[in-house]
């Protein structure tokens, strides 16, 4: 059984800060690339960004670009993703997930990925 603990979730106002962090066994940690991902109601599942398991390549959706940052941190088997200059428009339940494909074409997309955390919720008041 693999579980990833996702937190930092809460309410910001537009322009704020939050930083996600994604928990995970040692073992998950150093076998699978990590993705972030979000959905807003009545909305699909979208892809915000993902790190490769070496942690030597990102891929950022465009709407993350320039704002948002996943890192890896070895010591602690966790991923994080830093949310700078919130907008309403990212306004979401954010999970965290796992993948062998983050590098492949399917990379970013969620059938891609074989685990999944239980969500955060990321509210941005205007």
């Known amino acids: 059984q693999v579980q990833l603990v996702d937190s930092g979730g809460g309410l910001v106002q537009s322009g704020g800060s939050l930083r996600l962090s994604c928990a995970a066994s040692?073992?998950?940690?150093?076998?699978?690339?990590m993705g972030w991902f979000r959905q807003a109601p009545g909305k699909e599942r979208e892809f915000v960004a993902a790190?490769?398991?070496?942690?030597?390549?990102?891929f950022y959706a465009d709407s993350a670009k320039g704002r948002f940052t996943i890192s890896r941190d070895t010591a602690k088997n966790t991923v994080y993703l830093q949310m700078n200059s919130l907008k309403p428009e990212d306004t979401a339940v954010y999970y965290c997930?796992?993948?062998?494909?983050?590098?492949?074409?399917?990379?970013?997309?969620?059938?891609?990925?074989?685990?999944w955390g239980q969500g955060t919720q990321v509210t941005v008041s205007s």
């Open positions: 997930a796992a993948s062998t494909l983050v590098s492949h074409p399917m990379g970013r997309h969620p059938s891609s990925y074989d685990y």
């Open positions: 040692r073992r998950t940690f150093n076998t699978y690339g």
């Open positions: 790190v490769t398991r070496s942690g030597d390549t990102t």
